[in-house]
């Protein structure tokens, strides 16, 4: 089995990390560099920085906090909110980036996907899908969870699959902030419906909750917020778990 993730997410707005409940009610949290060095710290796989209001506010994602995140981390680093080209994808990644997460352009513009992947290579193209359920199946939710596409969350990810995603990360909208544990159903749905790595994300609040979601549906990370975010576990302590649970994972520190 290949070892499991752990990744650190951060949600930024007007340069400082937020976290609200179901996309809504954010609370500042801080920086996000000397946040980020902390989880490098206890050891985090890789880091998620997302610009959640870019897309919204019709503008691109905050290049000079991004490339000081960059230069700072040794870690790998993921970086979306306002991609909307290949030129966005350009920057970003010459700006240090890791991989590049893409969500509501990659909805309005599929073709997007392919484009980046032929250039730049699949594993640094990361589709983010937002999901929540509506009438008995998860819709495809954009523009920071606003708005419902019509579409059919696993028919979507199978398609951004198709066009040459290296990795989705599927955060279920209905747990987002609350701690209430991932989306089992949705997740495991996803995972058994592609072959790339998915990273679960939304409503991890137990270091169990990690746990479930990994031996409950196979994805290959877990994203955390809430729960490092507020001090109730480090990336250590969450790692020691998994070792004690079988659950393979990259290097820890005492």
């Excluded at 870690?75 to 980036?97: E, W, Y």
């Excluded at 708005?147 to 209905?174: H, M």
């Excluded at 995972?191 to 679960?200: C, G, K, L, M, S």
Aim: aromatic fraction near 6%; charged fraction near 25%.
């Amino acid at each position: 089995m290949l070892e499991k993730r752990i990744i650190p997410c951060l949600d930024i707005m007007n340069g400082k990390v937020v976290k609200g409940v179901n996309f809504v009610d954010l609370a500042d949290i801080g920086d996000p560099v000397r946040i980020a060095g902390h989880y490098e710290e206890q050891c985090a796989d890789e880091i998620v920085f997302l610009d959640i209001t870019a897309t919204g506010e019709g503008r691109g994602t905050n290049g000079e906090l991004f490339e000081r995140a960059a230069r700072e981390l040794s870690i790998p680093i993921t970086i979306g909110g306002g991609i909307r080209s290949i030129d966005d994808f350009r920057k970003i990644l010459s700006r240090g980036a890791g991989k590049v997460s893409v969500n509501s352009a990659a909805v309005s513009n599929p073709a997007l996907i392919r484009e980046a992947s032929a250039e730049f290579g699949s594993k640094c193209v990361v589709v983010a899908i937002d999901g929540k359920k509506t009438g008995g199946r998860y819709n495809v939710f954009v523009n920071g969870g606003q708005e419902d596409t019509g579409l059919d969350l696993i028919e979507w990810a199978a398609q951004c699959e198709r066009l040459g995603a290296g990795e989705i990360l599927l955060t279920s909208i209905d747990g987002d902030g609350t701690q209430n544990g991932y989306d089992i159903a949705m997740t495991k749905a996803v995972v058994e419906t592609v072959r790339i790595p998915v990273i679960a994300s939304g409503g991890c609040g137990s270091v169990g909750d990690i746990i479930d979601v990994f031996t409950q549906t196979g994805c290959d990370a877990a994203l955390v917020a809430s729960l490092f975010h507020y001090g109730m576990a480090t990336v250590n302590e969450v790692k020691r778990e998994m070792e004690r649970n079988g659950i393979p994972c990259r290097t820890l520190r005492d």
